[in-house]
């Protein structure tokens, strides 16, 4: 049998890495399992009859419940979430905040997906003046979001932001509201909505997990061949050195 001797360095770069390799597989893996439950509970509930706002409150997990809600738009107070896509098109979503009249309550409602080709000129949207009776879903996006602030508190409106936060727009505003994004159906008041349920599918980690795996099998397939290569090839060069031992 072959001797087996890869040498220090080849060895320090393995055990630095191949564990790295295999826990990233396997949180990929994990988050695969994330979102097919996060599609479960959303396709479940969404077959539930709309709560009202004022229950949103008494939800331990809240996420994908439809809502009914009645009440007025905040025109002054607009949010636009940047850096959306829809079929190639660059543009942002519009959200406002919304006070159902029936809970006094303070909701934060993404209305939808609106086309913003020149940077140069505001996005144009529409506030309805008048109450409007509405359906909605609950988004409680997964993970942690990174969150930044382009727009100075205080700043001119409507503020351009790359991630929601509506406990911090609260806040900023003085106001008591519900802590996650309302998702509008389609109504008087929506525009484009085709959000997907979640932005990455388990089918995308899956195919992640298998690339991590991948480059940990070959990692560990180079350190076999070039370990016992690494043996071969001293043997032939010291031979070259040993002319005696061939005679």
């Known amino acids: 049998?072959?001797?087996?001797?890869?040498?220090?360095?080849?060895?320090?770069?393995?055990?630095?890495?191949?564990?790295?390799?295999?826990?990233?597989?396997?949180?990929?893996?994990?988050?695969?399992?994330?979102?097919?439950?996060?599609?479960?509970?959303?396709?479940?509930?969404?077959?539930?009859?709309?709560?009202a706002a004022a229950q949103l409150g008494q939800l331990p997990d809240p996420a994908f419940y439809p809502v009914h809600?009645?009440?007025?738009?905040?025109?002054?107070?607009?949010?636009?979430?940047?850096?959306?896509?829809?079929?190639?098109?660059?543009?942002?979503?519009?959200l406002q905040p919304f006070h159902d009249q029936a809970s006094g309550q303070w909701l934060l409602v993404n209305r939808g997906w609106l086309p913003w080709p020149d940077r140069r000129i505001p996005?144009?949207?529409?506030?309805?003046?008048?109450?409007?009776?509405l359906d909605a879903t609950v988004y409680v996006a997964p993970g942690k979001t990174f969150q930044l602030h382009p727009d100075p508190e205080g700043g001119q409106w409507p503020h351009l932001l790359t991630a929601i936060d509506p406990a911090?727009?609260?806040?900023q505003l003085g106001r008591e509201g519900f802590a996650f994004e309302l998702r509008l159906q389609a109504g008087p008041?929506?525009?484009?909505?085709?959000?997907?349920?979640?932005?990455?599918?388990?089918e995308k980690h899956l195919g992640y997990a298998t690339q991590w795996f991948a480059l940990a099998t070959t990692?560990?397939?180079?350190?076999?061949?070039?370990?016992?290569?690494?043996?071969n090839k001293e043997n032939r060069h010291g031979r070259r050195h040993h002319p005696a031992e061939r005679a």
């Open 189 to 202: 008041a929506s525009y484009r909505l085709d959000w997907p349920v979640v932005a990455i599918g388990p």
């Open 219 to 231: 990692l560990v397939l180079l350190y076999l061949y070039f370990g016992w290569h690494r043996h």
């Open 168 to 171: 911090g727009l609260w806040l």
């Open 69 to 94: 809600l009645y009440g007025r738009f905040d025109a002054e107070h607009s949010l636009l979430l940047d850096n959306q896509m829809r079929d190639g098109k660059a543009g942002v979503e519009l």
């Open 1 to 51: 049998m072959r001797p087996f001797r890869p040498g220090w360095v080849p060895t320090l770069v393995v055990l630095a890495l191949l564990p790295g390799l295999i826990a990233l597989g396997c949180w990929q893996l994990g988050r695969a399992d994330e979102k097919r439950a996060l599609m479960d509970t959303y396709t479940e509930r969404q077959l539930e009859a709309p709560v």
């Open 123 to 133: 996005v144009r949207f529409d506030t309805p003046a008048r109450p409007l009776a």
